[in-house]
């Protein structure tokens, strides 16, 4: 009889309800973002405008928890992969393996391919990893060590670290959310992959052309001799340096040669340079667990290379890691109004006529998702392709050409969300604002293509599995 009345009393939100939520929230996001007001306590106020939709719509609370506790769940993993890169950074920067790789760096890539230098190499990073955080952690650092001796504005080499980063982790077989999109849409794996090509790969090369030529137009790379020889003399005072410091660096590479999880990847890299930090630095075990906790510290009296230096540590990852929870919190409640679910099928799936517009919706959809819930790329693929997948069986598409679409939004977008975790990741880590968002070519490039190829039949597929560009089968259809 309780069960009865609760399902009675539980309203579904209409259209106009939906979409007037959505945009409350995001203009609360975005107004109080622009005011100065602190992201965690920006998300923190969206989720009780997320809290009082629901108690309008009479949800009962519980099925408000059961569905925040089912996303917040899926987070884990990330939350401890942010845990270990905080660790390996305060080791790497103790141990010599980041200060090698800007010393090297600097004395050995010239200024004029840094910035398409830094989309390849964070790219390769990516997809040997499978994870674009710890990507920008590695790679990225030290990329941007290098670029803070040039005239190029790091924010663009930032925006190539990032581009590369999400470009290798979106494509690689051992990426969470590769496996996430391909596993909700029922798509085998390399299957998915190579879907992903026919929209990433020419937006990638179409970047990596606008990457070269904007590095090139900032006084053609050049070099701060003085402050670059500044730079190396300083780190070349400070630790015993060797080529051989990079190999923690190849570990996280090779790792993924043997199919290793993201997390025993990461897990083992942390040993391996505590080894090498203790053999070649001569840093004791008890001071590499503090540098690994609260972050490595080291006053060379230069100024410019202690800020390069002095970071790290699981601490430094803990306001990161408070805003991550709470915007999980804000995803879970959103999802449990079912105002996500109403503005798909209620609004914008009334606009569907032809595949093209499938996977144009598709797109924005994704985006609101992922905006909705700061960056919550897991939860923009699993809401979207509950929601769509019907469509695309109803329109005759193959599922490959959805999971495509959820990564070519979903996953991408993520570090462009001014409040998202992603971007709050790579400000922390990297030392800037949102000021490279703005440079992200590769993010803004692929749902073009993405479009291209469902207006104009390229790289699309029937339920059936046929070529829809094949001339023939294109006809018969």
């Known amino acids: 009889m309780d069960k009865t009345k609760t399902v009675k009393t539980r309203k579904t939100p209409t259209p106009a309800f939906a979409v007037i939520s959505f945009l409350v929230i995001v203009a609360v996001l975005v107004a109080l973002i622009n005011l100065g007001v602190d992201t965690t306590m920006s998300v923190f106020i969206a989720a009780l405008i997320a809290v009082v939709i629901a108690l309008l719509l009479d949800i009962p609370w519980a099925d408000v928890e059961r569905t925040l506790l089912r996303v917040v769940s899926d987070c884990i993993p990330t939350f401890l992969i942010v845990i270990m890169?905080?660790?390996?950074?305060?080791?790497?920067?103790?141990?010599?393996?980041?200060?090698?790789?800007?010393y090297y760096g600097m004395k050995l890539i010239s200024p004029k391919i840094l910035v398409p230098l830094a989309f390849v190499l964070s790219g390769l990073t990516a997809e040997f990893t499978g994870t674009s955080f710890g990507s920008v952690a590695t790679m990225g650092i030290a990329l941007v060590g290098v670029a803070s001796t040039t005239s190029i504005p790091v924010p663009l080499v930032?925006?190539?670290?990032?581009?590369?980063?999400?470009?290798?982790?979106?494509?690689?077989?051992?990426?969470?959310?590769?496996?996430?999109?391909?596993?909700?849409?029922?798509?085998?794996?390399?299957?998915?992959?190579?879907?992903?090509?026919?929209?990433?790969?020419?937006?990638?090369?179409?970047?990596?052309?606008?990457f070269t030529a904007a590095g090139l137009m900032h006084s053609g790379g050049e070099m701060d001799t003085t402050r670059a020889n500044l730079i190396c003399d300083t780190l070349a005072e400070h630790?015993?340096?060797?080529?051989?410091?990079?190999?923690?660096?190849?570990?996280?590479?090779?790792?993924?040669?043997?199919?290793?999880?993201?997390l025993l990847g990461m897990g083992l890299t942390v040993v391996v340079s505590i080894v090498f930090a203790m053999v070649f630095q001569g840093v004791n075990f008890v001071e590499l667990m503090n540098y690994a906790a609260n972050g490595f510290t080291l006053s060379t009296g230069v100024d410019i290379v202690d800020p390069m230096l002095n970071r790290g540590g699981i601490t430094s990852m803990t306001g990161l890691l408070i805003t991550f929870m709470v915007a999980s919190v804000m995803g879970g409640i959103i999802t449990a109004t079912g105002i996500l679910d109403v503005l798909a099928k209620d609004v914008l799936l009334k606009f569907i006529k032809s595949r093209g517009v499938l996977v144009t919706v598709t797109l924005i959809?994704?985006?609101?998702?992922?905006?909705?819930?700061?960056?919550?790329?897991?939860v923009a693929i699993i809401v979207t392709e509950q929601t769509f997948e019907d469509a695309f069986d109803r329109i005759g598409i193959h599922r490959r050409v959805l999971s495509r679409t959820l990564e070519d939004a979903g996953t991408l977008s993520a570090p462009i969300v001014p409040w998202g975790v992603a971007?709050?990741?790579?400000?922390?880590?990297?030392?800037?604002?949102?000021?490279y968002i703005p440079y992200c070519w590769f993010i803004f490039i692929v749902p073009i293509f993405s479009i291209l190829c469902a207006f104009s039949g390229f790289g699309i597929w029937d339920k059936d599995g046929n070529k829809m560009w094949d001339r023939k089968k294109a006809a018969a259809k």
């Open 158 to 210: 930032i925006a190539a670290v990032v581009c590369g980063a999400w470009f290798g982790d979106k494509m690689s077989p051992l990426s969470d959310t590769t496996n996430l999109a391909s596993g909700v849409s029922r798509v085998p794996l390399y299957d998915h992959i190579g879907s992903m090509m026919y929209t990433t790969i020419p937006a990638a090369l179409v970047a990596l052309v606008l």
């Open 365 to 378: 959809y994704c985006y609101i998702v992922n905006f909705l819930t700061a960056g919550g790329q897991t």
């Open 85 to 102: 890169v905080g660790m390996l950074v305060g080791i790497w920067m103790a141990g010599g393996t980041v200060p090698a790789l800007m």
């Open 423 to 435: 971007t709050l990741y790579v400000m922390e880590v990297l030392g800037c604002g949102t000021e």
């Open 239 to 262: 630790f015993n340096l060797n080529p051989i410091l990079i190999l923690p660096a190849i570990l996280v590479l090779l790792v993924s040669v043997f199919k290793l999880p993201a």
